[in-house]
C-alpha cells in the first residue's frame, strides 16, 4: 500500500525537531504543519513574510490576508510576526532556516533537484526556491516516486532544468524514505506493503539496499 500525500506529510513531521526554523514549500511540504507534534515548539517560515505559521485554516475561518507563499489561506501562531520578502530572504540566504521540505519534479542520485519548470508550459519564475536550495543545509524532498505517466522521478540524472545542485539530503515518496549520498538513492524505510522489488522497479537511479528494511510507521 504506497502512501498517499497526507501520509508523506506525517512521516516527514517527524524529522522536524524542537526548536526547529522551517520552510515549507508549495504542494505536499504545506501539510506537514498539521502533524507536528503538539510537545515540541517549531517555527514556520514562509519567504512571503510570515515567521510563525501555523496550520490550514478549518473551512469558514479563512482570513485572506494571511497566505503563505503558496497563495494558500494559513493560520498565524501566537507571537507570529510579519516582515517584507527583503528580511524573509536575508533569513534564509543567511541560513537561519534549519530545515527545509520541498517538492519536486525530479531529483537526481547526486542530489540535483528540479522543481520549477517544465519547458514549454509557463510558469511566473522559480520564486524563492533556487535561495532556499542553495543556503539550507538540510533539505528534505517529499513527492510521489513516479510522475503520472508511470515514469521514475528518482533519476540517474535531472533532464529538467535545475533548481539546485548536490543539496537533497533526503526523500520521502509513496513507496520509499530515501538518503541520498554518495551518489545513491540508500533505501531506509519502505511504505507498507511495498516490497524492495517495486520501489527498485519504480527508481531509475542507482539504488542501495542494506539489509532489512523496515516499514514506514506513521
Keep these: ?11 516527514i513531521a517527524k524529522e522536524v525537531k524542537d526548536g526547529y526554523y522551517v520552510n515549507l514549500g508549495i504542494g505536499i511540504p504545506t501539510l506537514v504543519a498539521n502533524f507536528v507534534r503538539d510537545d515540541i515548539q517549531v517555527e514556520f517560515q514562509s519567504e512571503n513574510g510570515i ?4 496550520p490550514f485554516p ?21 507571537g507570529a510576526s510579519f516582515f517584507d520578502s527583503a528580511m524573509s ?13 520541498l517538492g519536486s519534479m525530479e531529483v537526481a542520485q547526486n542530489g540535483n ?7 514549454g508550459k509557463m510558469v511566473k519564475g522559480m520564486g524563492g526556491a533556487m535561495d532556499l536550495v542553495a543556503s539550507a543545509e538540510n533539505i528534505i524532498v517529499a513527492m510521489m516516486h513516479t510522475n503520472r505517466a508511470g515514469n521514475s522521478k528518482l533519476l540517474k540524472e535531472c533532464t529538467l532544468p535545475l533548481t539546485g545542485v548536490a543539496c537533497v539530503k533526503k526523500i520521502v515518496t509513496n513507496l ?20 524492495i522489488a517495486e520501489i527498485k522497479e519504480a527508481t531509475e537511479g542507482d539504488i542501495v539496499v542494506n539489509g532489512d528494511i523496515p516499514e514506514i510507521e506513521l
Design 1 to 11: 500500500m504506497s502512501l498517499n500525500k497526507e501520509q508523506i506529510a506525517q512521516r
Design 51 to 54: 515567521l510563525g505559521m501555523g
Design 58 to 78: 478549518f473551512e469558514g475561518e479563512e482570513d485572506p490576508d494571511l497566505i503563505n507563499a503558496g497563495k494558500q489561506t494559513i493560520t498565524a501562531l501566537p
Design 89 to 101: 530572504f536575508s533569513m534564509i540566504r543567511g541560513q537561519h532556516v534549519d530545515l527545509t521540505i
Design 113 to 119: 533537484i528540479a522543481n520549477w519548470k517544465i519547458p
Design 176 to 195: 520509499a524514505v530515501l538518503e541520498v549520498k554518495d551518489n545513491a538513492f540508500h533505501v531506509l524505510e519502505r511504505a507498507p506493503g511495498v516490497s
